[in-house]
């Protein structure tokens, strides 16, 4: 990073910011769907149905958490230009109830509908999450925390991410159980989301690869 121009930093940053913004309304979309949101979105959608706050709100809060354990992890190997995680967490948010907002005269009336909410904020969530890895400034701080997990407990980045993705989904589901007494926010889209979002990013990322090169 320190050998990029001021003018490449701006370019990949708006790069990020367009991925955040197609991030955004792919978790707007799922949370329309109603069949359970992506992992990442899972807790902040479960705290957002129990505190007096908001999805973006609670994302800012359960990110600037995951930031925290991050630096727990890490400790001297934290290094602070991941700090930059807190602003992109906030925009995510602020973003996150814009996308809800517009959204909020649709909603899907039959099972079919729902899916097809649920499928669009998955190819959404993947299409953003490219835009973000293609950018390659700041990672989110759900990958911050399997990255780390990769450099302290050596575990390969992919049983990393699905050890955080589990994790996220489990607390959801506890949360849920214990103050709302029924199940919010994971349901068959959750999996679908686990299981597609990945997949999606791959694929998009290929012909992201020709914006990768613009940016470099």
């Not at 990949?12 to 979309?29: E, W």
């Not at 329309?32 to 994302?59: D, N, Q």
């Not at 925290?68 to 934290?78: C, G, K, P, S, V």
Request: one cysteine or more.
């Amino acid at each position: 990073m320190k050998n990029r121009t001021v003018n490449n930093l701006i370019r990949r940053y708006l790069t990020l910011l367009v991925g955040l913004f197609i991030m955004s309304f792919g978790v707007a979309f799922s949370i329309k769907a109603g069949l359970g949101t992506s992992p990442v979105s899972s807790i902040p959608y479960v705290l957002s149905m129990i505190l007096p706050m908001t999805v973006g709100e609670t994302t800012i809060l359960v990110n600037c958490c995951l930031v925290i354990i991050q630096i727990l992890l890490l400790r001297r190997q934290f290094e602070l230009v991941q700090l930059i995680q807190v602003p992109v967490a906030i925009a995510f948010g602020y973003l996150t109830d814009l996308a809800v907002w517009i959204l909020s005269a649709v909603s899907p009336a039959a099972y079919w509908q729902q899916w097809l909410f649920c499928i669009l904020g998955i190819l959404l969530v993947g299409t953003g999450v490219s835009f973000e890895v293609t950018a390659d400034v700041v990672t989110m701080a759900g990958e911050g925390v399997a990255l780390a997990l990769v450099k302290t407990v050596k575990l390969p980045f992919a049983k990393a991410k699905i050890s955080v993705d589990c994790s996220m989904v489990i607390a959801a589901v506890v949360l849920s159980v214990l103050f709302l007494h029924t199940l919010a926010g994971v349901r068959e889209g959750t999996i679908a989301a686990a299981i597609f979002v990945g997949m999606t990013a791959k694929q998009v990322g290929r012909p992201m690869r020709r914006i990768g090169k613009l940016l470099a």
